[in-house]
């Protein structure tokens, strides 16, 4: 970019949020503020349940656990300071916490994805393997498939993070959203953005395009083995035949 001073580097952004339409603020903060006690809530209760609950030492429940403690780590890492630009007229945000805004929406954005792809896994073995299913998904199984999720989770958010906070930033700091979103960070970056837009392209394709696939074709082979089973009639009837 000509013409920039280099020299002066940003060191805190601002975002706008919603301060184009003050009037709205308070009715914003006062729905997202009960919508995250609520997550807060149910959340914490399926967490503990699963936990102290011997009957839900299962590997459906113990991944359902680890989506309902991301969901907590998620909406907390950005919530809060939605709720704090409401009501403060200073809508500002530290380099290093915009950093950590953005490592934590990729790691947890990455880690659901996996996760619910290893639901959907979980519930496919389950239904179309009933019988090797205590093999397939035995403790040494879906433990480490839990812990491969939010370790793919916080690869994928280090390497998009610190690519992107490598530039230097300077002139507008100015952030049109109410946190970091990425795009929106490196369109204020004082460099070519071509290989991070690459490198979340791919990122997208791995950790969003493929988990939804692999839960697509899961569950069309679920649907098709439960079409396959014989209705109490059709059972009935060959009992009859049989019979007779």
């Given amino acids: 970019m000509e013409g920039v001073n280099h020299t002066t580097y940003v060191t805190r952004f601002v975002l706008l949020g919603l301060s184009a339409h003050p009037k709205l603020e308070k009715s914003f903060f006062v729905l997202i503020l009960v919508m995250y006690l609520v997550i807060l809530l149910g959340n914490g209760i399926l967490i503990i349940v699963t936990i102290y609950d011997t009957h839900l030492h299962t590997p459906m429940y113990f991944l359902l656990g680890n989506l309902s403690f991301l969901d907590v780590c998620y909406t907390s890492s950005s919530v ?109 970056a004082c460099a070519d953005i071509i290989i991070n837009v690459i490198n979340m392209v791919v990122a997208n394709m791995i950790f969003l395009v493929m988990p939804v696939l692999f839960i697509f074709v899961s569950y069309v082979f679920i649907i098709s083995t439960i079409l396959r089973i014989p209705s109490a009639k059709q059972n009935a009837k060959l009992s009859r035949q049989v019979l007779q």
């Fill in 80 to 188: 809060p300071v939605i709720l704090d630009s409401f009501l403060t007229p200073q809508k500002t945000i530290s380099f290093s916490g915009c950093t950590m805004q953005m490592f934590l929406s990729f790691a947890m954005g990455a880690t659901e994805c996996v996760l619910l792809s290893m639901m959907a896994f979980d519930c496919y073995v389950a239904i179309c393997n009933p019988l090797r299913y205590p093999i397939i998904m035995s403790k040494a199984a879906y433990v480490p498939m839990a812990m491969g999720s939010w370790i793919a989770g916080a690869v994928n958010s280090v390497v998009q993070t610190s690519l992107a906070m490598q530039f230097p930033f300077c002139g507008d700091n100015v952030i049109n959203h109410f946190t970091c979103e990425i795009l929106a960070v490196l369109k204020l």
